[in-house]
Each structure stands twice: as structure tokens, then as C-alpha cells.
């Protein structure tokens, strides 16, 4: 990428500068491109998150194949290519089902114990190879994706007691404390109903399973509205659902965007249980920035791809940074 040198050189420069040491600047890449790292400017090689290597296509693969792979074919190379230092990202599952539904890639077979032996050849990695001695571990609560290991029903404590007999053998005994230990709960919230036909935001506080999706902040509801700004030009609202594409032609918004007047856009995407967030699955409508409440009506009906059943809505209701956007309420029109 063109200037990423040059970027990474002022970053360095500057953390001089203010006196805390120089950054260090590591990229997410692969064995076959870390020269292109290396020319681009970056300090140290490492990912997100690595699942799927060597699993040649396959969407549903054992973990610890996986974690043993990344070892022999991803870790072990790219350090006795000496380019440049590896810092090894690790992971307690991956299963994006909720996001991507039956198309997903799952990782089989998440136990603790599986981690752990993935923890440990991490270990050994930085003790047999001379990397930098640090082991990133993603993620601590990525439930849509299906890697976390914060505290959890199927196994409890059982990740992070993983983490602590790999990197803290010495550890004295612990106790390990949950909400009821503490005298909270039992938790009875009931989960946001997805049959609605309609999203009117009158009770405070509520905002009926409608949350932000990203680039947008301060969500509230109030005085019988939802509000909440954009933090850039991409921002999205998103409410799981459960519709009948049959029994909907169009929905209905009636909203307000703040700004000088211009021109807008405003989105709807869905996703059904054979398809995931598209451009094709949406319907664009202009709106105008001027603080004026005003019914959008999306034409969803008319689009081939509103079809079967509805499994979530994304609403992006403007495309421009520092907004407030208000919404009176969302129906869906038979």
C-alpha cells in the first residue's frame, strides 16, 4: 500500500518524540505475504484470528486440527523466513452461525482442553523460536463469531483455568465467583421479541431490540423516540426478526435526520436463513438532512431477494459523519 512506509515512520517518530519508546506497528498477514509486509513498512507479523488454515474448503473442521495446522504450516514458516518477528494470535473457537447462519465456517469441538493445547504450542513457539514473548488471544467475548473465552454456560471457567495452567503454573488456588456468588440474578430479561410488526419506541429505554450495529453512538430512547449519532459515514442500526417475506411488501419509517438540508441516503438491508448482509438484499431511499420528520417509505417487496423468512434487519439511516438521527417509529406494511 502506497505510503504505509512512510506512515509507520512517522508513527515511530512521534512515539520517539513524546519520550514512550518507539510503537511497534504488526499487520495481519499470512506466510505468503510477508515480504509485502515487510516492503509496506510494518514492525512484526501477526492476525485476527487464523481458523481457517488448511482446512482446503471444508466448513465444519475439528478445532485442534486447526490449532495443530497453525503450528506446522503457518507459525514454524513464517519464523524460519526471518523477514520479520511473529507475534501468534490464538483463539478459543470460532462458530459464526449467528452471524452467517448455515453457510458458517465452525470450528467442532471448542473444549478447554482443546485450547489449552493450543496455548501450549503458542508457548512453545516463542520458547523454541525466539519471537517476541507475547501470545495474543482472540477474543474475550466475540459470542457472533464464536470465540470467547469469558465465563460461560457449556464450560464455565474452563478457558481462562486453560490460560492459567499454561502461563501461571505456579498460581496459588483460586475461587471463581459468578453473578449468583455475588447475589445477582437469576437474570429474567426476556429477549427482545423478533414477530413484531412494528417498532413505535414508547416505553423509555427501550428500544425494542433495535441496537447499534457500528458507526453510531448515544443511542437512548426517549419522549417517544429513538435517537442516536453518527460517528461516520457508514452508520447502522440492526434488530434480529422473524418475518414472513410474504406477509411484508414494505416498511415504513418515520424519521429525522439533523444537518443544513442536503441530500441523503438512507438503507435497509436483511438477511434470511440462506443468505447473509448484501448490497443486492437492500433498498436505498433519499432522504434530507434538515430536522424534519418525515415517513421513508422502502420498497423491500420489489426486490427479488425479500423472500422465505426475514431473520434481521439493518437500518443505515443516513451516510454522513456527525449527525442526529431521530426515529419516530418502524412498521412493516402488508
Known amino acids: 500500500m502506497e505510503g504505509s512506509r512512510e506512515c509507520?515512520?512517522?508513527?515511530?517518530?512521534?512515539?520517539?518524540?513524546?519520550?514512550?519508546?518507539?510503537?511497534?506497528?504488526?499487520?495481519?498477514?499470512?506466510?505468503?505475504?510477508?515480504?509485502?509486509?515487510?516492503?509496506?513498512?510494518?514492525?512484526?507479523?501477526?492476525?485476527?484470528?487464523?481458523p481457517s488454515c488448511g482446512v482446503e474448503g471444508r466448513n465444519y473442521v475439528p478445532y485442534i486440527e486447526v490449532a495443530?495446522?497453525?503450528?506446522?504450516?503457518?507459525?514454524?514458516?513464517?519464523?524460519?523466513?526471518?523477514?520479520?518477528?511473529?507475534?501468534?494470535?490464538?483463539?478459543?473457537?470460532?462458530?459464526?452461525?449467528?452471524?452467517?447462519?448455515?453457510?458458517?465456517?465452525v470450528l467442532t469441538d471448542r473444549t478447554p482442553e482443546a485450547f489449552e493445547e493450543h496455548l501450549r504450542l503458542a508457548k512453545r513457539f516463542v520458547d523454541e523460536t525466539g519471537q517476541p514473548r507475547v501470545v495474543l488471544i482472540e477474543a474475550w467475548n466475540e459470542f457472533g463469531e464464536g470465540s470467547y473465552c469469558e465465563p460461560h454456560r457449556e464450560f464455565g471457567f474452563g478457558h481462562l483455568d486453560a490460560v492459567r495452567r499454561v502461563f501461571c503454573p505456579s498460581a496459588g488456588a483460586h475461587d471463581d465467583y459468578g453473578p449468583a456468588d455475588v447475589g445477582l440474578g437469576p437474570y429474567d430479561c426476556e429477549p427482545p421479541r423478533r414477530d413484531r410488526r412494528a417498532w413505535e419506541f414508547e416505553t423509555e429505554g427501550d428500544a425494542e431490540g433495535w441496537g447499534i450495529m457500528m458507526g453510531m453512538a448515544d443511542l437512548r430512547v426517549a419522549g417517544g423516540v429513538l435517537e442516536a449519532r453518527s460517528l461516520g459515514t457508514d452508520p447502522a442500526l440492526s434488530c434480529a426478526t422473524d418475518i414472513r417475506a410474504d406477509s411484508c411488501r414494505a416498511i415504513e419509517v418515520r424519521m429525522s435526520v439533523s444537518g443544513d438540508g442536503r441530500e441523503d441516503m438512507a438503507q435497509i438491508f436483511w438477511t434470511t436463513p440462506l443468505s447473509g448482509t448484501s448490497e443486492e438484499a437492500s433498498v436505498r431511499v433519499a432522504v434530507r438532512d434538515d430536522g424534519e420528520m418525515r415517513v421513508v417509505r422502502f420498497e423491500v417487496g420489489q426486490n427479488r431477494l425479500w423472500a422465505h423468512?426475514?431473520?434481521?434487519?439493518?437500518?443505515?439511516?443516513?451516510?454522513?459523519?456527525?449527525?442526529?438521527?431521530?426515529?419516530?417509529?418502524?412498521?412493516?406494511?402488508?
Open 68 to 105: 495443530r495446522k497453525q503450528f506446522d504450516l503457518w507459525w514454524m514458516p513464517m519464523a524460519q523466513a526471518n523477514l520479520m518477528p511473529v507475534i501468534v494470535p490464538t483463539s478459543p473457537g470460532w462458530d459464526s452461525r449467528p452471524w452467517h447462519g448455515q453457510s458458517a465456517f
Open 309 to 334: 423468512r426475514i431473520t434481521s434487519l439493518r437500518f443505515d439511516p443516513c451516510c454522513t459523519d456527525g449527525t442526529i438521527v431521530r426515529i419516530d417509529y418502524i412498521r412493516l406494511i402488508p
Open 8 to 50: 509507520i515512520e512517522l508513527w515511530h517518530r512521534m512515539t520517539r518524540e513524546a519520550g514512550v519508546g518507539e510503537v511497534l506497528v504488526a499487520g495481519c498477514g499470512a506466510p505468503s505475504n510477508l515480504q509485502m509486509m515487510k516492503d509496506m513498512g510494518f514492525d512484526a507479523v501477526t492476525g485476527y484470528n487464523w
